[in-house]
């Protein structure tokens, strides 16, 4: 037995040390390889079909990717170089010169993403993130669930996970989620007397706990930071609001299937490390503790549960009122910040609004509208799929195969957020070059965007959990894989049943 934890040890390390070594490769030589990239696409012959402007953005498109990916510079940083490139470069997206035959240069075209309601959605909803966690609401809400539902093992599993959904709508971070649930999720192990990398019950709670913040990130728009740019993009590819871009439209058709997939992740995690004790004395004494130090509601804790409300109601009726969610993050913004009846003040607020991201996403809405724009990526798809044969797939099974793609590629990213910077242009590109409608068809893959299961290093809140200690690489990959088949076959069927009958296609 000791020799078997001494491998696992030694496997974990390994791992670790694997995952720290492409890091450091990508971060040493991820610029000069993205150049490489880039000049070699560009370096290509043009085909005939595609138009130098076209040329020019796969190429740079090309070279961000790997930037991207390799995180070899600060992702503000690549935005800061694209735009000139935009500006300078490619001009235009239609190629136009002037009378004297030279490029025209439009400022508009190359900053056009910056002025994306989707990036101001993502800095007002860190605003009210802020306010959930400040005021210590939304570790009282988690605690007193695990009061009410944690005295069972599986409960225990269960209740956490599904606080954590309960704060997701409100909280547009898996990494905020998880370093908010971490200190309740170790309080109830230590209070069981679980031993770190012995129990199967620990490790099953914190597995679950892990993919939790994974899993919650596609239930609602607002619950991680690629959802609400995934929907700028679709936005901007059709051209004007639809009923499927909306906040209440996301939550309705992800949801009921979100729901399903977390129970289904207790319950196989539950099976795979079957807890050792049937009961857990002395469990919901950590969290009365806990609930005694913090002791009764206060004054700012109600106002932020009066403005999450609020929110909420406004985001689910938007259908009815058609109010933008990003207008409706201002204005319950508004409310947090102003003086008397707010819960925050802006220097208190600024430290946790992810600047260098909203620069990022600008550049990344500003080329991926170029691309869809010019139809380079629908040139690149057509021809990529007539040479396979592939040109006459229907809607639906491509639909379905790409989302068994979007969840388990996740195994070689290090952040959702370079992934749906990277993916949802693609996959628009797929709709507009099949004349699928792109509402339909990209929907289902954005909100997959946040299933970062496999590894640690695949998203932060993977990293905050795994550093507890309590299972290794190798049992999350081996659970993980389970849970991807899982949720993959659950999202499969709601492609075939539930999507239709809510009217996305």
Request: glycine share 8%.
């Amino acid at each position: 037995m000791r020799r078997l934890q001494r491998f696992l040890y030694t496997l974990r390390r390994r791992n670790i040390a694997m995952a720290n070594k492409f890091e450091d490769f990508g971060k040493k030589y991820g610029t000069i390889i993205a150049i490489v990239v880039g000049l070699c696409i560009w370096m290509l012959p043009t085909p005939e079909t595609m138009s130098l402007t076209q040329h020019k953005l796969l190429a740079i498109f090309s070279g961000a990717v790997v930037v991207w990916v390799t995180l070899s510079m600060s992702i503000a940083t690549s935005t800061m170089i694209l735009v000139p490139l935009l500006y300078l470069w490619v001009g235009n997206p239609d190629g136009a010169v002037n009378e004297a035959g030279r490029l025209i240069h439009s400022a508009k075209f190359a900053i056009s993403g910056f002025g994306s309601p989707a990036l101001w959605l993502l800095v007002t909803g860190f605003i009210i993130s802020t306010a959930m966690t400040e005021t210590g609401i939304a570790k009282r809400v988690a605690l007193v669930m695990m009061k009410r539902f944690g005295k069972t093992p599986l409960g225990a599993i269960i209740t956490p996970m599904f606080a954590n959904l309960l704060i997701s709508p409100l909280t547009p971070s898996n990494t905020a989620r998880t370093a908010a649930m971490l200190p309740i999720v170790e309080g109830v192990a230590q209070a069981y007397k679980v031993e770190k990398g012995k129990s199967n019950f620990g490790r099953a709670l914190f597995l679950a706990n892990t993919y939790a913040s994974s899993i919650t990130a596609g239930g609602f728009q607002t619950a991680t930071i690629p959802n609400p740019i995934s929907i700028g993009l679709i936005a901007a590819a059709v051209g004007t609001t639809t009923i499927g871009t909306t906040w209440g439209f996301w939550t309705l058709a992800a949801l009921p299937t979100t729901i399903l997939v977390l129970l289904g992740t207790a319950f196989i995690l539950c099976r795979m490390f079957k807890p050792e004790m049937k009961s857990i004395p002395g469990g919901v004494e950590y969290v009365n503790t806990e609930l005694e130090k913090m002791g009764p509601l206060s004054r700012q804790e109600i106002k932020a549960l009066i403005y999450f409300v609020m929110a909420l109601v406004l985001w689910s009726t938007d259908a009815l009122h058609h109010f933008s969610s990003a207008m409706i993050a201002f204005l319950v913004s508004a409310f947090i910040l102003a003086p008397r009846i707010g819960v925050l003040t802006w220097k208190q607020t600024e430290r946790s609004i992810p600047w260098e991201l909203f620069v990022y996403f600008g550049g990344v809405i500003t080329l991926s509208k170029a691309l869809i724009a010019t139809d380079a990526f629908a040139w690149v798809i057509t021809t990529g799929m007539q040479s396979l044969g592939l040109d006459g797939v229907g809607m639906l099974p491509l639909m379905i195969g790409l989302m068994g793609f979007t969840i388990f590629s996740h195994i070689i990213w290090s952040t959702t957020t370079a992934m749906g910077g990277v993916m949802i242009p693609i996959y628009i590109g797929m709709a507009s070059a099949f004349n699928f409608p792109v509402v339909a068809f990209v929907l289902p893959q954005a909100i997959l965007i946040g299933y970062a299961l496999f590894l640690p290093f695949n998203t932060m809140g993977n990293i905050i959990m795994f550093g507890a200690g309590y299972y290794t690489v190798t049992e999350q990959l081996k659970s993980s894989l389970l849970i991807g088949l899982m949720a993959w076959a659950l999202w499969a069927v709601t492609a075939v049943v539930w999507f239709p009958m809510i009217g996305l296609y």
